[in-house]
């Protein structure tokens, strides 16, 4: 399975700033996506990156808050902007390998704390 | 709507006993299904998935759809089988996750 290399792994955060958290995947994957997990919740997709075009967000989510980017088909990277403490969360990396069954994969997750 | 639930967020059984972490799910179609986990200190990772009809770590989870359950169970329960595992369906391209069950396995 693809390697995914998720940064930072935690940052404590002022609010009204902003993170940039980047993934980087050993391997071109076609499809890449960014999850919340909210304490105590289960994990919710954010956003599908997509290379070469604008992300595509789930409901509630917006890229005026939470803008993506994909550059080429191993590296995305996600800021939380405006932070409030509400943005308090685990932001997860996933790519999926292609294949008949596709499977998820999963980076090791920015613990981010704003204060 | 599609939805995930497992009712239980914490199970706790002495090692050696029967396991049975409970998924149902809501989907309008033929549903994907798979169970991943997350033990300590370490990132989620597929346990298994319903269409590989597959044993892992001696779990196994059967999809009946009937009842709209995807149940994972483990026949004798091992302490490094503690950990969160959480039930996930496939939406399209996207995942859709229930909120989590963990398992705490004593000695």
């Known amino acids: 399975s693809a390697v995914i290399s998720q940064k930072p792994s935690r940052d404590i955060c002022q609010r009204g700033t902003s993170l940039t958290i980047q993934c980087q995947v050993d391997?071109?994957?076609?499809?890449m996506f960014w999850y919340r997990q909210q304490p105590g919740q289960s994990l919710t997709l954010i956003a599908t990156?997509?290379?070469?075009?604008?992300?595509?967000?789930e409901s509630g989510f917006v890229i005026d808050k939470f803008p993506i980017s994909r550059p080429n088909l191993t590296f995305s990277t996600l800021t939380v902007s405006n932070m409030s403490p509400e943005d308090s969360s685990i932001y997860l990396c996933?790519?999926?390998?292609?294949?008949?069954?596709?499977?998820?994969?999963f980076g090791s997750g920015t613990r981010l704390t704003v204060v | 709507a599609q939805r995930v639930t497992q009712p239980e967020k914490l199970l706790s059984v002495f090692k050696g006993a029967p396991v049975e972490l409970k998924c149902n799910y809501s989907?309008?179609?033929?549903?994907?299904l798979f169970w991943y986990v997350q033990y300590s200190r370490q990132r989620l990772q597929l346990l298994l998935r319903?269409?590989s009809r597959e044993s892992i770590k001696g779990f196994t989870a059967d999809l009946n759809k009937g009842e709209t359950s995807f149940h994972l169970k483990k026949p004798f329960a091992q302490e490094e089988d503690s950990a969160m595992y959480y039930c996930?369906?496939?939406?399209?391209?996207?995942?859709?996750f229930g909120t989590g069950t963990r398992l705490q396995v004593f000695p």
């Open positions: 989907y309008s179609g033929s549903p994907e």
């Open positions: 319903h269409i």
């Open positions: 990156a997509n290379q070469g075009s604008e992300a595509t967000y």
């Open positions: 391997s071109q994957v076609t499809m």
């Open positions: 996933s790519v999926e390998r292609a294949g008949q069954i596709p499977v998820s994969t």
């Open positions: 996930a369906l496939r939406d399209t391209d996207k995942l859709i």
